[in-house]
């Protein structure tokens, strides 16, 4: 039995030595160790052995595995640094040629995220600061505190989402705007302030130009100076710099809104997007009604200001011709890869927002 394991353990190694790739190295490895290999197949007579021979035979043929287990390993090293060699050999590679693009290039930043980018870019220039606050709100920062009555049609259930209601009866909600973060902002600071709140906000709404969560950025000035004059001026600047334009149309319908007086809504000449002779709807705004002033602490014979807010995904749309605002929501991404911009289009006013 002994020379019979030794001529294997020749016949082995011959074998290996003689492997010319690895693939022919592999099927050695098979071969020999393999569940049928010779090697393997050795064990299975352990049974058949006599007691007091199965410990010497069994420890014998572990002795050989572990020697052509060797073998292998190193033969194995032998051929994949000839192979390396051999492919230096053949293989250049041109250091004048430019770097390939790579991850950072393929990642897009979703449109919103992007004109948010911008807004924030834009007013910053102006001397606002963001301000933030919960997407889940109470019904007095929500409505109360905005003057908004307890019969007007947006606090009922088929626009607002609610949750279930509480022992005493309040009921928390998905905010229905980013409002509440400025009477949050007017209930802890004292004026001067400027503030824009960008956020998610929540309606019971869906169709092609709705969906039941969106994105809006709202924005506040309260000092004791501010006026009508003020606000049509930060409008405008902002819708030239947000659609890149020397000049821009613009017209205030007048309008009505509980938590300002007077209220407006605005429109811009479409000129700004290409389309000369018609008007578009941007956003609502209006001089801070004096009873929200009140509900935050203020007294309104020394402060007023304005207010106004903006849908970011119909900026969005506007700026960028997405006909679709539910494929903002939708994952897709061939859609994000058409429309997102290079995780490098850092927005600048210098630069250029969108370039």
Not at 128 to 137: L, M, Q
Request: proline share 6%.
């Amino acid at each position: 039995m002994s020379q019979d394991l030794n001529k294997l353990e020749g016949e082995l190694v011959a074998e290996i030595d003689g492997a010319k790739d690895l693939a022919a190295l592999d099927a050695v490895r098979v071969s020999a160790l393999g569940k049928k290999g010779r090697v393997s197949e050795l064990m299975s007579k352990l049974g058949s052995l006599p007691p007091e021979e199965r410990k010497t035979f069994g420890q014998t043929v572990n002795t050989l595995k572990g020697k052509i287990s060797t073998a292998l390993d190193e033969r194995k090293a032998t051929l994949e640094t000839a192979a390396l060699d051999e492919r230096l050999k053949t293989e250049r590679a041109d250091v004048t040629l430019p770097v390939r693009p790579g991850s950072v290039a393929d990642g897009r930043i979703h449109p919103v995220s992007q004109v948010l980018d911008e807004v924030i870019e834009i007013f910053a220039d102006m001397g606002f600061r963001v301000a933030e606050g919960p997407d889940i709100e109470t019904d007095e920062m929500n409505f109360d505190k905005l003057n908004i009555p307890a019969d007007h049609p947006a606090r009922q259930d088929h626009d607002t989402f609610y949750f279930s209601p509480k022992p005493d009866g309040s009921r928390l909600l998905l905010r229905t705007h980013t409002s509440p973060v400025q009477i949050r902002t007017m209930v802890s600071q004292k004026p001067p302030l400027r503030i824009i709140a960008p956020g998610r906000v929540y309606r019971c709404d869906s169709d092609q130009t709705h969906t039941p969560m969106f994105h809006q950025v709202e924005g506040l000035v309260i000092d004791e100076k501010t006026h009508m004059g003020h606000l049509k001026w930060v409008l405008q600047e902002f819708c030239k710099a947000f659609f890149e334009v020397d000049e821009v149309k613009m017209r205030f319908r007048a309008s009505h809104f509980p938590f300002t007086e007077p209220s407006m809504e605005v429109d811009i000449g479409a000129e700004a997007i290409g389309k000369p002779g018609q008007w578009l709807e941007i956003l609502g705004c209006g001089m801070v009604h004096p009873n929200v002033l009140r509900n935050c602490g203020l007294d309104p014979e020394k402060y007023q200001g304005f207010a106004f807010g903006v849908g970011l995904d119909r900026l969005t749309m506007l700026k960028y011709g997405i006909p679709d605002l539910r494929a903002f929501f939708s994952g897709d991404l061939t859609w994000l890869s058409h429309y997102g911009f290079s995780t490098l289009d850092v927005p600048t006013l210098g630069g250029g927002l969108s370039a």
